[in-house]
């Protein structure tokens, strides 16, 4: 499936049952289109047991959830840790185990990772010039920090009252991922895997 500006990144398709997350390996090769912008401010959310709109738990960034917060190197830890940080060829890899602090579900769970970097207004501007795929959704800068998706008329990133500072945005970025849980029963209604050349389609 296709992701369009705005979707969260599905780790785990809602699968049925009672049982415990373990945790998961994500890898990401950044969309070069966005430039040397930062891509790892998606929060982390686990919808379950009836969970609707909203989900029961919810992370403060990717960064923060594998425990490298404010940009992330290589390093590797018993419970979290990430293996590939390249900044040059935009590819970042990193795991993160629910040891310690245990997910039980009951009924159902799902878990998605939210697709949002972020970068300076000026520099993101010009990506947005050129029609790079973005939507920016927060600021945080010297008025404070600005949600644009609860005004009702939110200004546009070319505008002259755009206010300055740090601009989160929607992104589409290139993931894959790997879920660990166990289940009270040896089916789930997961969905089959996307043919080889779905899943390898640009990959060099």
């Known amino acids: 499936m296709t992701s369009q500006v ?9 699968i049925k ?21 930062w891509w790892g401010e998606g929060e982390v959310k686990m919808f379950m047991d009836g ?28 419970y979290q840790g990430c293996t590939v940080a390249s900044d040059s060829l935009r590819q970042y890899n990193f795991y993160r185990w629910h040891v310690p602090d245990a997910i039980y579900f009951n009924k159902d769970i799902k878990v998605v990772l939210q697709q949002i970097g972020g970068w300076g207004k000026n520099e993101l501007r010009e990506l947005y010039k050129k029609g790079v795929n973005l939507k920016p959704i927060t600021i945080d800068g010297p008025g404070g920090f600005v ?13 002259e009252k755009f206010p300055d500072g740090w ?3 929607y992104r589409v970025d290139d993931y894959s991922a790997v879920s660990y849980f166990y289940l009270n029963k040896p089916a789930s209604t ?5 043919p080889v050349e779905i899943r390898t389609k640009n990959v060099k």
Do not use: C
């Open 190 to 194: 997961l969905p089959s895997l996307s």
């Open 147 to 159: 949600r644009l998706l609860d005004m009702p008329e939110a200004p546009l990133i070319t505008d």
């Open 6 to 14: 705005g979707d969260d990144f599905i780790v785990l398709p809602k």
């Open 51 to 78: 969970d609707t709109q909203y989900p029961t738990i919810v992370g403060t960034g990717t960064e923060d959830y594998i425990g490298s917060a404010w940009g992330l190197g290589t390093f590797t830890n018993l």
């Open 17 to 37: 049952g009672k049982g415990r997350f373990l945790g998961m390996t994500v890898g990401v090769n950044t969309d070069s289109s966005y430039s040397k912008s």
């Open 167 to 169: 601009v989160n945005f």
